[in-house]
């Protein structure tokens, strides 16, 4: 593989254009691995460093991770507003999962530790198929896949207008169920060195799931978006104005609700 230098190694991210300048063919050793190897050692070690390091500093808890099926494939949708939501959404859940990250992101030596952590990469200004080849493979051997809803991180903490279409897209083409996150208060994580440690709540929604379609149009897809990205608001909001502990009791509160509704059912019967 090509390496480049390192003035050019973020070309990408700061042009314009967003582009990755490297040849598709680059990227091809890392789809091959993710399509053909579950994330191995590597991802448990840093998935339980990264854990350690969210819960002392960043007080990150989750609420409502018992909705992410525990077998089958599942396609994971948060809101993306730091480096730190790849290791936030795995925190809670068992279930390993690939993610699709920028390719800017592999260089060396960090490169290593994503492949082998079930990071693949994607092209940005590009139309990459590639990607979306690696994340159908890893959803048909019934693995978990995250993909953010809006494409690219947000720079204010707050959620964009629109998502992209391509969480519609793979949700269509494989009828993999999604799960809706919102990761609240990870946009200020990088603030950690002005000694600021915001809370982290990450909320996991209820699954949906599509019948497949082959080919979807861009219509199609972005109307499975926007509904995906319609739960993810409202689970932002939510946190937003009632805060963690607003969200907690609220949720209690419908849990204690369906279980005297099942109580009532059984006795009926």
């Given at each position: ?18 582009r990755?300048p ?23 070690a ?9 819960f ?67 092209r ?7 990607a ?8 048909r ?113 419908q ?15």
């Amino acid at each position: 593989m090509s390496r480049l230098r390192r003035s050019e190694q973020f070309v990408g991210v700061t042009d314009a254009s967003h582009r990755d300048p490297r040849p598709a063919e680059h990227f091809d050793a890392f789809h091959q691995r993710t399509r053909e190897r579950e994330p191995d050692a590597v991802y448990e070690a840093v998935r339980v460093l990264t854990t350690l390091w969210a819960f002392t500093f960043f007080r990150a808890r989750s609420i409502s991770s018992e909705k992410v099926p525990q077998s089958g494939p599942v396609i994971l949708a948060p809101n993306h507003g730091s480096f730190m939501d790849h290791f936030l959404l795995a925190a809670f859940i068992r279930r390993k999962i690939s993610f699709m990250a920028k390719s800017q992101l592999f260089q060396p030596p960090a490169q290593w530790i994503y492949t082998h952590g079930g990071v693949f990469p994607l092209r940005r200004g590009h139309r990459d198929e590639e990607a979306f080849v690696t994340a159908r493979a890893v959803l048909r051997r019934g693995g978990t896949v995250a993909m953010y809803c809006e494409g690219s991180r947000s720079r204010d903490g707050k959620l964009n207008e629109r998502p992209k279409p391509g969480i519609g897209r793979l949700a269509l083409e494989t009828g993999a169920a999604v799960v809706p996150v919102a990761i609240h208060g990870s946009s200020k994580v990088r603030n950690w060195r002005k000694g600021e440690f915001p809370k982290v709540t990450v909320q996991y929604g209820d699954p949906i799931r599509w019948e497949p379609v082959d080919a979807p149009t861009r219509d199609q897809q972005m109307a499975v978006a926007e509904e995906i990205f319609g739960d993810i608001k409202v689970l932002f909001a939510g946190l937003e104005s009632l805060g963690r502990k607003g969200v907690l009791a609220r949720v209690r509160e419908q849990r204690r609700l369906e279980r005297r509704r099942g109580k009532k059912r059984a006795a009926t019967v």
